[in-house]
């Protein structure tokens, strides 16, 4: 009997371990699978972040391209517009049609300045915008995952 009850014994312990080892795997398994998760998630925010601050860039490449090409437009109009001006002030036949010539320019210019002020304004706005856009729906759908306060 006593061989009996120690192998009853035995082999209760030995399903006790079994059991034990086995939960132990689940929790070592559960704990990788945890971790490795956690490395995806992070690996997964820093390639999104990643993907906007390149969205960003390339919007602020694009919009110094439009202006740098703006530039140069503008600076060979206003050479052409100088001369221009220069031919239309010489043809004038007496002072009075010099002065009032030379008041149109004046006036004209300011016109231009204001409507070209106007269209740089609306240019910056909108570069602006295409610049931070991708930023801020980065940042927007973080702080809606993780309760942060929305931009304004």
């Known amino acids: 009997m006593t061989k009996s009850t120690t192998s009853k014994a035995t082999s209760a312990n030995q399903k006790a371990a079994e059991k034990t080892f086995e ?3 689940e ?8 971790v490795t998760s956690n490395f995806d ?7 999104a972040n990643y993907e906007a601050f390149v969205a960003s860039g390339n919007a602020a490449v694009k919009v110094a391209q439009t202006v740098n090409a703006d530039f140069a437009a503008a600076s060979k109009k206003a050479v052409e517009k100088n001369v221009e001006d220069v031919k239309t002030l010489f043809s004038a036949k007496s002072p009075a049609e010099f002065f009032e010539l030379q008041a149109n320019i004046l006036k004209g210019r300011f016109d231009a300045f204001v409507s070209e002020s106007n269209r740089l304004n609306e240019v910056t706005t909108n570069s602006v915008t295409e610049v931070v856009e991708p930023l801020k729906a980065r940042y927007e759908e973080v702080a809606a995952k993780y309760n942060l306060p929305l931009a304004g």
């Open 23 to 25: 939960a132990a795997q």
């Open 27 to 34: 929790t070592v398994q559960k704990a990788i699978k945890d």
């Open 41 to 47: 998630d992070a690996a997964a925010f820093g390639k």
